[in-house]
């Protein structure tokens, strides 16, 4: 049996955090959306054991424990007896890695819904939820991509049907940025809380644009702080006449433009490129995203 999935670019529209619990662990609040932009998992019942990473953004992923994909089927192996048989992975991967948009997250959440397809039809969303909790903050938001409010540490997930599509140009410098000296950072200077706003009254693209400009993302100027070209990016994004609203997503470095059409978005983008052909610059639609195993022919 083969089948593939796909793991879609996580963008989270605003970050509010709060200080670390004495666990060290950090409530969150946000709005978070999927892109039409993503890495492809194929898996082979029949292929050889293992991982293996292929495609534009390949190079230095890793493909032992350290690898979110390898780590998530460890789990679903251990909380479902399916020990017997492990499969046969392969990550195309076009998303860049360490970039705030939950590549490596995404990517598990996609092979445990692989896995289950493949492996256990039976077991219930709940069942799948806490196994991919156990991978961390991003698991259970990117194991269903779906426009969601997250809350709590991430385990607090409410979907959020009204948001309309929205366009969006992706650029990252191709500078990883690791999540945890980012967090290290923002908890050296003022913090904020993790509130959670109330939602817009006009839920129209740009009633939504205008309600975000009053969000933030509580980890940007940190991330500034320690990766310069990230206030670059953003500078850069925001200068696009197409775009409305610029933000970084997640820890960074990936920031995202928001713009009001599929052209503009368009249009945004081959001008990034043209300016900085070094970079991965996505023009993207943030919308309800399929990422259901489908089954792919012996070809």
């Known amino acids: 049996m083969r089948l593939r999935a796909f793991a879609p670019a996580k963008i989270n529209l605003f970050l509010h955090v709060a200080p670390p619990r004495v666990d060290g662990k950090h ?15 194929t898996l082979d019942t029949e292929g050889p054991p293992g991982l293996r990473v292929e495609g534009p953004m390949a190079d230095g992923v890793p493909t032992g424990g350290d690898n979110l994909v390898v780590r998530a089927l460890d789990a679903f192996a251990a909380a479902t007896g399916e020990n017997a048989t492990r499969p046969s992975i392969v990550l195309e991967k076009r998303l860049p890695a360490a970039a705030g948009i939950g590549g490596g997250t995404s990517d598990a959440g ?16 709940a069942a799948l939820m806490e196994i991919a909790a156990g991978l961390g903050a991003d698991g259970p938001m990117c194991l269903f991509p779906t426009a969601t409010w997250t809350e709590g540490l991430g385990e607090i997930l409410t979907p959020e049907p009204r948001l309309p599509p929205l366009h969006a140009v992706l650029v990252n410098p191709r500078v990883p940025v690791p999540t945890g000296a980012v967090f290290a950072a923002y908890d050296a200077g003022p913090v904020r809380e993790a509130d959670r706003p109330a939602p817009p009254d006009d839920w129209s693209v740009d009633g939504v644009l205008a309600w975000l400009a009053g969000q933030r993302n509580d980890l940007q100027a940190p991330a500034e702080a320690l990766h310069p070209v990230v206030g670059e990016v953003l500078r850069l994004v ?13 820890s960074g470095a990936t920031a995202f433009g928001l713009c009001r059409t599929a052209k503009e978005a368009a249009r945004a983008a081959g001008g990034l490129l043209r300016d900085r052909p070094d970079w991965w610059v996505a023009a993207v639609r943030l919308d309800q995203v399929d990422g259901d195993p489908r089954p792919i022919s012996a070809g």
């Open 27 to 41: 409530p969150l609040a946000g709005l978070t959306v999927f892109a039409d932009a993503g890495d492809l998992l």
């Open 110 to 125: 996609a092979a445990l819904r692989l896995a289950r397809a493949a492996m256990a039809p039976g077991l219930p969303d």
């Open 238 to 250: 925001q200068s696009r006449s197409e775009v409305a609203l610029t933000r970084m997503s997640g």
